[in-house]
């Protein structure tokens, strides 16, 4: 990861234990800093752990007020994360996708789908170019019925979700953020985006249940 150091996924169950581990092995946790959008745990030896905090408001994403409190601290943060939410999930990559409304890890809604869109041509000349266009055309059908599916399934229940969270290939979830239909929702969708293999509904079962779960930087 950038400036060293690692990441790791724990899920809200084990985070204080995983914590707790971490500052035992440095030298003990000196001092616990909480902000609305991010949690950092100060071990003894100068090793940092850092906790980004999920489903905070947009408004507070940003925010500076901090409480520091003197060794490990995150009753709070685990409380935080071990609420009961219903979130919108989107999970793409080009020429597949996986979408869905879930709670507490259940799907309660999906839909899952593919569109061929065919790999890269290293021949030169028209044929190459006549092939290029061929695939962005491959491309455009398929974003558009990945975007077609959230609008089917996600956007009716906007109003009753209390995040939506990504997955999947970045340059295709920003071609999806271009739709208008979609910009309201995806506007809401959580910074960290989820490392997926080619969306199945198998995936978006896994991605489900992680949707809990934190990420944690080790330095």
């Not at 902000?35 to 030896?45: F, I, T, Y």
């Not at 408004?59 to 601290?73: E, F, P």
């Not at 077609?148 to 109003?159: G, K």
């Not at 198998?202 to 990420?215: H, I, K, P, Q, S």
């Amino acid at each position: 990861m950038p400036g060293g150091g690692r990441a790791v996924e724990v899920e809200p169950e084990r985070l204080v234990g995983f914590l707790q581990r971490f500052a035992d092995t440095h030298g003990g946790a000196q001092r616990c800093t909480s902000g609305p959008a991010e949690v950092r745990v100060d071990a003894g030896d100068g090793s940092v752990a850092t906790v980004a905090v999920p489903f905070v408001p947009v408004d507070l994403r940003d925010g500076t007020s901090t409480v520091v409190r003197h060794g490990l601290d995150v009753e709070e943060l685990v409380a935080h994360l071990v609420a009961p939410r219903t979130v919108g999930l989107v999970l793409v990559r080009l020429g597949g996708y996986s979408v869905g409304v879930v709670r507490d890890g259940a799907v309660l809604a999906a839909k899952t789908g593919s569109r061929p869109v065919h790999g890269r041509n290293s021949a030169g000349g028209q044929s190459q170019q006549r092939f290029a266009r061929r695939r962005e055309g491959q491309a455009r059908v398929a974003l558009q019925a990945a975007a077609d599916a959230v609008a089917r399934v996600v956007l009716p229940r906007a109003a009753e979700l209390d995040g939506v969270v990504l997955g999947g290939d970045r340059a295709a979830l920003r071609a999806l953020a271009g739709d208008r239909r979609l910009a309201a929702l995806l506007d809401r969708a959580e910074p960290r985006v989820l490392e997926v293999g080619e969306p199945r509904r198998a995936v978006l079962d896994d991605a489900a249940r992680r949707v809990r779960n934190v990420e944690v930087q080790l330095r």
